[in-house]
């Protein structure tokens, strides 16, 4: 069993302010009844709660993602957590950089001591104090495995159980001016991209992606990602969604991250993903520029990639 990372690590000594960890994706969808059997489904833990409805891994005592309802699907707001004594740093370093601070999007509940700040596409991101929720270390999956000689699990052991939130994918309007802000505002560094995706980490030693961005027509949602403790949960929950008439993409591993993937296709245009495996990016490391090439943007192996796995539902 992979234990949740509790470690507080200390503030790196980076020259600009830098978020450490993903916390939560702020979600407008219609339908918060059918969120409520199709996260369920997947593993999360849904609760209605502020109007809307939370959604929890396993590991993690906040919400993942909040659901509100809305006409239509959106990504309103990203929330990350930096440590605290970098939240006065960040509001100078927003405003030297000639950004305003915002107010949090109406009917959002702001955490303690947060501030906000707008996106190049308008998204509002808020940065809160908090713990370092992200991994210290690698997390290697670990089999589940029986004492004694007959190591085969058995389907009733394997229920698919998201541990954490890892990373969301959003598409961009501007790449190169999603990923400009991203580095120099919030302090996150490039993991790996070329000029149609770009996958960041966090420089206090994160998975290799918290968040992901592909260019497109307009801002929008991709999918959500959830660390899963071994490929059995991921081919397990992959298979039980199918069973209910939620098909997806897997099993499969990618280039960027190296993490094994199966992804699940949601009933409003996007996607949510089961991963292990992601390689980590130390804190101070200088990662090398490395132009992916076009072949390598999504996946090594698996099945055909579907026609419609790199559409972008928001209206041209
Ligand atoms: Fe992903």
């Known amino acids: 069993m992979i234990e949740p990372s509790e470690r507080m690590t200390p503030p790196m000594p980076l020259v600009q302010p830098a978020v450490h960890s993903l916390l939560a994706v702020g979600i407008e969808q219609p339908r918060l ?14 609760q209605l709660e502020g109007g809307g409805m939370a959604l929890r891994a396993a590991t993690s005592a906040g919400p993942a993602a909040t659901l509100r309802e809305g006409p239509r699907r959106r990504v309103g707001h990203l929330t990350f957590a930096a440590f605290e004594e970098d939240i006065p740093r960040f509001k100078t ?16 509940e702001p955490e ?9 596409d308008g998204m509002a991101i808020q940065i809160a104090p908090g713990d370092k929720k992200t991994p210290d270390a690698r997390r290697q ?19 698919p159980q998201p541990l954490r939130l890892g990373h969301t994918f959003l598409f961009s309007s501007d790449l190169e001016r999603s990923n400009r802000f991203y580095l120099d505002v919030l302090g996150l560094g490039l993991s790996d991209g070329n000029e149609h995706v770009s996958f ?24 959500l990602s959830f660390e899963v403790a071994n490929i059995d949960q991921i081919g397990v929950g992959g298979q039980h969604m199918a069973s209910l008439g939620h098909g997806g993409w897997g099993f499969g591993r990618h280039v960027a991250g190296s993490n094994w993937f199966w992804y699940i296709r949601d ?50």
Not at 270 to 283: N, Q, S
């Open 141 to 159: 999956s670990q089999l589940a495995a029986p004492a004694g000689w007959r190591h085969s699990p058995t389907r009733a052991a394997t229920r």
């Open 93 to 108: 370093h927003v405003e030297a950089r000639g950004l305003k601070l915002i107010a949090p999007p109406r009917g959002v």
């Open 200 to 223: 960041l980490h966090g420089r206090h030693g994160s998975d290799h992606h918290i968040l992901g961005f592909g260019q497109s027509h307009a801002h929008g949602f991709h999918h």
């Open 33 to 46: 009844d059918e969120a409520e059997d199709f996260y369920s489904a997947f593993g999360l833990h849904t």
């Open 267 to 316: 009933p409003w245009g996007g996607w949510i993903e089961y991963f292990c495996d992601i390689d980590y990016i130390p804190p101070g490391t200088e990662v090398p520029p490395r132009e992916l090439a076009p072949e390598d943007s999504v996946y090594l192996w698996g099945p055909p990639m579907p026609e419609d796995f790199i559409v972008n539902p928001e209206p041209a």
């Open 112 to 120: 303690p001591g947060s501030i906000w700040v707008g996106d190049p």
